[in-house]
Each structure stands twice: as structure tokens, then as C-alpha cells.
């Protein structure tokens, strides 16, 4: 099986050491954001951060602006513990999309980022980074607004800004209002998998932000329920989120 497929089939140890491989052999190619993703799905965050880390640092002097795995260094962060420098690196991809120092977001212009900034200032309870999360979102869905292109993650942008019912966000997920069709469709169709993972876990946020913390593990629980969809980091903060839990 190929590094990617080993991934994919959860054979986390046989892919992070067919990565290691790779980049061994092919010094040339950039194999660094993939072999952290392996490490991340396996739990050792420090060298998935390194890993992460090497793959901004190629990218970025290949083409100025590009920090694909920020964001994901930024939750390596977070799972070990350091959530201050976490949300900092959420801010640092939200504020280079706005100033242009980053040139790539995601198809909705930086939801993605915004809303792991939003979830790491609700879940510290930092205010201010809260605002700052929440104006960008409502930029992006000022934007948004003027196309007819439903661009993901605007959907979950919209629920989290109370314009949109987690029932539609479903249905434009997964074609069902219904939850447990929806974990039915996601069970074999990974990019619905995807959505929902993530609509799951900022569903679970907005419960944290109105004072709901039950309903919010709850919630995380329901996110963790769905089989790892590798790429999404909202699915290893809700792992981390019911471990932490579990523990005394």
C-alpha cells in the first residue's frame, strides 16, 4: 500500500514510517505536511508540530505567502498543551489573509481559520480574540453573500453567527435535517464525513459559547462517534476534548 493509502486504512505507524521513507529517497519532494498528518492521527504532536513546521518553511520559499499547514501546527500546539501559542498562530492565519501576507485561505476566503481562532478564544475565554475571530467571519460572510456558490465552510461560518439553523447546515452537508441519517451518509462517503465532523464540533463550540458545557461535550462526543476523516484538526480538538475529560 502506498504512504497515502496506509493513512487512510488508519495504519498510522505503517504510514508515518513509509513517509519517513519517502523522504529519505526523495529528498527533492516535500512529503512533510502528509507525514504530519500521520503523527497527528497517531498522537505524537511534537514531531507532527516539526513536521508541520518543515512543510510552511518549503512551501513558503517556494511561493511567497503559502503557509499550508499553519493551522495545523497551530493545533499541534493546542493538543500539547500550549494553547496560548496555539491561538496566536489561529490569529497569525487570520490576520495574513486579511493583510494579504498569506495568499491562500480556503474556498470560503478563511472560515476555516477563523473559526479555529473563534473556537480557541471561546474555549479560554479570551474576549477580545473572540471579537476579532467573530468580525472576520462576518467579513467573509459579507462576501460570501454577493455569489451564488455555496463555498465550505460558509454554512458552519453562518451557524456560528446565529444566521443559519444547524438543521440547513445539515441538509446542505449531507441532504438530511436528520442526525442520524447523516452519520448513515458519512459513514461511507468522506466528504461528508468531513462536513460533518466539522459541523459537529462547532455546534459543540456554540453550546461552550452560550454557557452550555454539557451540552457541549455532548456534542464533541457525537463529532469523536465519527471514524477519523484524517485531514479535518476539529476532529483530533474533539478527541482531545473527551479525553481530557475522561481524565481524573
Not at 94 to 118: C, E, M, N, P
Amino acid at each position: 500500500m502506498r504512504p497515502k493509502e496506509l493513512l487512510y486504512a488508519h495504519k498510522y505507524v505503517e504510514a508515518v514510517e513509509a513517509y519517513k521513507h519517502d523522504i529519505r529517497e526523495h529528498p527533492d519532494k516535500n512529503y512533510y505536511s502528509a507525514l504530519g498528518q500521520s503523527l497527528l492521527a497517531l498522537g505524537n504532536y511534537e514531531e507532527a508540530l516539526n513536521s508541520f513546521r518543515r512543510d510552511d518553511k518549503i512551501e513558503n520559499s517556494r511561493i511567497k505567502g503559502c503557509f499550508p499547514s499553519l493551522i495545523k501546527a497551530a493545533t499541534a500546539l493546542w493538543l500539547l498543551g500550549k494553547r496560548l501559542e496555539a491561538v496566536q498562530e489561529w490569529h497569525r492565519a487570520v490576520a495574513g489573509i486579511l493583510d494579504g501576507s498569506i495568499r491562500f485561505g480556503d474556498a470560503s476566503g478563511g472560515g476555516t481559520q477563523g473559526l479555529l481562532l473563534w473556537y480557541g478564544a471561546v474555549t479560554l475565554g479570551d474576549s477580545s480574540e473572540r471579537e476579532y475571530a467573530l468580525d472576520f467571519l462576518r467579513s467573509i460572510k459579507r462576501r460570501k453573500l454577493s455569489t451564488s456558490a455555496i463555498c465550505w465552510p460558509h454554512p458552519i461560518v453562518q451557524m456560528v453567527l446565529g444566521e443559519m439553523p444547524i438543521a440547513k447546515t445539515l441538509t446542505i452537508c449531507c441532504h438530511s435535517s436528520v442526525l442520524s441519517e447523516c452519520l448513515k451518509e458519512a459513514s461511507t462517503d468522506l466528504l461528508k464525513r468531513r462536513g460533518l465532523c466539522q459541523i459537529l464540533f462547532y455546534n459543540a463550540c456554540c453550546e461552550r459559547s452560550f454557557g452550555n458545557e454539557v451540552e457541549c461535550i455532548r456534542k464533541m462526543r457525537l463529532c469523536l462517534q465519527l471514524e477519523n476523516p484524517i485531514i479535518e484538526c476539529e476532529w483530533y480538538l474533539a478527541r482531545n476534548e473527551v479525553n481530557s475529560m475522561r481524565q481524573p
